[in-house]
């Protein structure tokens, strides 16, 4: 049950997050934004590390496969990506193409068992589920 709440949270935080950064890139420009964003993350790790425990950073070199440490790369392309498309559709209509494309790639990661995840058998009911989110963006965009 916690992790449906810290889900919610984090939804709630990625959207508010997406429209600072929109805002911040209208004045200062999309890396210097980006790079802001970034580098104010990284401070908080680093205060959070000193308050919450001291795990070795030399653990990062154990990381195993090498490739998953990309994820801070992929971090700046989507704050990127986020920025740009709430700029192009507004934050309620880019939330929502956001989110029905993390639930579409979840869902194939986790039938192909990419990455490390353990592998899900296909169901009717998942596929139902995300057509039933494709039809909420078709009622969301409806103009009446």
């Given amino acids: 049950m916690i992790g449906f709440f810290i889900a919610i949270i984090s ?28 580098l104010s993350a990284f401070a908080v790790c680093v205060v959070a590390w000193l308050v919450a425990g001291r795990d070795s950073i030399a653990t ?9 440490l ?15 498309s709430m700029e192009q559709l507004g934050p309620a209509k880019a939330t929502l193409f956001i989110i029905i494309a993390q639930i579409l790639v979840a869902y194939l990661i986790e039938l192909l068992g990419l990455f490390g995840v353990d592998k899900q058998p296909f169901t009717w009911r998942k596929i139902i589920g995300v057509a039933v989110a494709l039809v909420g963006i078709v009622i969301f965009q409806w103009e009446s």
Wanted: with cysteine; net charge positive; hydrophobic share 45%.
């Fill in 11 to 38: 939804g709630a935080c990625m959207a508010v997050q997406g429209v600072f950064n929109t805002q911040v890139t209208k004045t200062t420009g999309m890396w210097v934004s980006n790079g802001w964003v970034q």
């Fill in 60 to 68: 990062l070199g154990k990381v195993e496969p090498k490739y998953v």
């Fill in 70 to 84: 990309l994820g801070g790369a992929i971090g700046a392309c989507i704050t990127w990506t986020v920025i740009k």
